[in-house]
């Protein structure tokens, strides 16, 4: 006896042993019982057939199908969107707004100020500002003939391409010992 003998002898016993175990195959569910669609219309005190015939029955207005698969626009919306983009988008407006976020970086070192200022501006383009300013005095402290911060900032500023158009603002808001600016988009 070889080896795909013994393999055919397997194969026989385990087909036996399957038609064994199976023996004919019964639903236990009653002839013509109700299903569960059925059982519920009959609680409701209809038949099914009477619910289906209802639902072949019933129109749908087109106007309602059409607004369903396409929705509506708000056009208003839509312009007021549209005019405060534009408002975003010009310089004289974004130059009157108040700024967003305010750091005062008097009485700081030159190191300490540029420190502060990454991680103010950081924390301003996480939360989305606009506009922020900038306190660093007009210098008038400082050791030597040279103000130290003013020029520091405006040195940032440069450097940072998160940053975009600067000024100073009126003498009511600090004039030249503080600096507005516009970050730009994400």
Known sequence: M???????QWDDSQKKSRNQKKGPQVSHKKANAPTREEK?????GYTYE?????ERNRRINPMDMWLNRYGTVDKDKVQEEVEKNERMNNLEYLK?????????????TRDEAWTRLTSFVNDCWRR????????HGKGIHSNGS????????????????RLGTSGHPDRNHGGNGATWVLLKNK
Not at 40 to 44: E, I, N, P
């Open 2 to 8: 070889d080896f795909g003998d013994i393999l055919n």
């Open 40 to 44: 519920l219309a009959m609680k409701q």
């Open 50 to 54: 009477q619910i289906m015939e209802q």
């Open 96 to 108: 009157s707004l108040p700024p967003d976020a305010t750091i005062d970086l008097h009485q700081l």
């Open 128 to 135: 989305g500002c606009r506009k922020i300013l900038i306190v």
């Open 146 to 161: 040279d103000p130290v911060l003013g020029p520091m900032v405006r040195l940032f500023i440069e450097q940072d391409k």
